[in-house]
C-alpha cells in the first residue's frame, strides 16, 4: 500500500509530528510505501536545521532527515507556509534577499500541488494535525 | 466503502468526537489516538456516547497513547479495542479511506 | 474512476474551525485553490465553527489581519461546485443561510447559468457524501 501523510503541526509542540513519524516508521516496517510527507501550516518548522533540542529527548527534524536517507521517503515543506514562517532553503533565501537559510537535510521545498499529487497517487492519505 | 475516522483530542477538551460520532456511517471505524484516547475510558462524562455509538461504529484506541498518559489498557469502555501503530497502519490499509478529524 | 490517463478521486476538504483565531481556515483555502488545477472531484464541507468562514460582513480593521473572506466568492470560477453547509451546525449557532455569504458557480453545460454552489445538507445527509470521499484534507 502507499500512503501519503499530511503533517499540519510543528515539532513539539503538538503531537502530530511525533504520531505521523511513528506511523510511517510502522508502515515502512511493514512493507508499505510512504510515496510523500508534506508539511503544511506550522508544520513547516519540522524541516528546520537550527533546532538544539535537550539531548535526552528525541531530535524531531532529525528524525524525519533520517527517515528520507534510510527509505528514500520524500519530505516536502510547502513553499507558501515555509515563507511565511521563516523556513527558507539557499535558493529561496537567495531569491528573497535574506542573509541566511535554514532547510535541513531531506527536506526540500515544494508547491502544495505536491500535496494533491499524493492525494491522487497514494491509495491512503493520512493526516497529522491539531 | 468503509471509512476509518481517528480522532486525536479528547471530547473534553474539542468536539471532534462528538462531530465525528455524528458523521460516521454505520459499519465505519473510529480509532482514538493522542489526547483523543481519553475518549476510550470507562466511567467518565463521555463513556456513554462511544458505548452507544458502539452498535453501529468499531472502536479503537491507540495503546502507546494510553500507556503515555498512564492510563490502563483494562480501564478502556468494553468492547473498544486496543491497537499498537502496527495496528493503526493495518486499519488504515484495510478501510477505503481515512479522515482525521482534529 | 479513471478519464483516459487521468485518475479522477473524490477529494473532500474539511473546515471545522472558524477564521482568524487560527490560520487553518486561509491556508486551506488556498490549498483549495491551487487543487482546482488538478481535476478531481472537489467538495468542500463547512461545519461546525466552519461555517463562521463564509459569515457576510467580515471586517477585519481592527485585529489587523487580512480579510481573506471575498476570496471564497471565486471558488465558482475555479469550478468548485459542491459546497456543503451543515444544516445543524448553522442552526446550533443560531444562523441561517442569510447570514453567509452566496457562492455561486456558471454551467457550462447549461448555457453558462448561474447556480448555487452552496448545498445546506442535514448530518445524515453529509455522512453520506462524506463516506463517498476517496481522499479527505482536514486542517
Known amino acids: 500500500m502507499k500512503f501519503g501523510i499530511l503533517v499540519n503541526e510543528g515539532p513539539y509542540t503538538h503531537q502530530a509530528s511525533d504520531s505521523a513519524y511513528k506511523f510511517a516508521k510502522a508502515a515502512i516496517d511493514k512493507g508499505h510505501e510512504v510515496f510523500r510527507v508534506f508539511f503544511y501550516h506550522d508544520g513547516v518548522n519540522n524541516g528546520t536545521s537550527l533546532a538544539v533540542p535537550p539531548q535526552d529527548d528525541r531530535h524531531i527534524p532529525n528524525q524525519w532527515s533520517e527517515l528520507a536517507k534510510e527509505h528514500n521517503v520524500d519530505l516536502v515543506l510547502c513553499v507558501a507556509a515555509a515563507q511565511r514562517r521563516g523556513m527558507l532553503d539557499e535558493d529561496e533565501a537567495q531569491r528573497n534577499g535574506k542573509s541566511a537559510n535554514n532547510v535541513a537535510e531531506g527536506f526540500r521545498i515544494s508547491g502544495l500541488g505536491q500535496l494533491i499529487e499524493a492525494g491522487i497517487q497514494a491509495d491512503r492519505m493520512m493526516v497529522f494535525g491539531d | ?102 | 474512476m479513471e478519464d483516459g490517463d487521468q485518475v479522477i478521486k473524490k477529494f473532500m476538504y474539511m473546515n471545522r474551525k472558524a477564521p482568524y483565531g487560527t490560520i487553518y481556515a486561509l491556508e486551506s483555502l488556498e490549498v483549495v485553490l491551487i487543487a482546482a488545477a488538478f481535476d478531481q472531484d472537489v467538495s468542500l464541507v463547512f461545519a461546525d465553527d466552519g461555517v463562521y468562514q463564509l459569515m457576510k460582513g467580515q471586517n477585519t480593521d481592527d485585529i489587523g489581519m487580512k480579510n481573506f473572506s471575498p476570496t471564497y466568492s471565486a471558488l465558482g470560477d475555479y469550478d468548485i461546485k459542491k459546497i456543503y453547509i451543515e444544516k445543524e451546525s448553522l442552526e446550533e449557532r443560531g444562523l441561517t443561510l442569510e447570514d453567509l455569504q452566496e457562492l455561486k458557480y456558471e454551467d457550462e453545460d447549461d448555457d453558462w447559468a448561474e447556480k448555487d454552489s452552496i448545498h445546506l445538507v442535514s448530518r445524515a445527509e453529509l455522512a453520506d457524501v462524506i463516506d463517498q470521499q476517496d481522499v479527505v484534507f482536514s486542517f
Open chain 2, 1 to 102: 466503502m468503509a471509512m476509518l475516522h481517528t480522532v486525536n483530542k479528547s471530547p473534553f477538551e474539542r468536539n471532534a468526537l462528538e462531530s465525528c460520532i455524528s458523521l460516521a456511517k454505520a459499519g465505519s471505524s473510529i480509532l482514538l489516538t493522542e489526547d483523543g484516547v481519553v475518549g476510550a475510558m470507562q466511567g467518565t462524562a463521555h463513556s456513554k456516547k462511544i458505548e452507544d455509538a458502539m452498535a453501529n461504529i468499531s472502536f479503537y484506541v491507540l495503546g502507546p497513547d494510553l500507556k503515555a498518559r498512564g492510563l490502563s489498557e483494562s480501564n478502556v469502555v468494553n468492547g473498544v479495542k486496543v491497537v499498537d501503530y502496527s495496528g493503526f497502519v493495518d486499519l488504515a490499509a484495510d478501510h477505503d479511506s481515512v479522515q482525521s478529524w482534529l
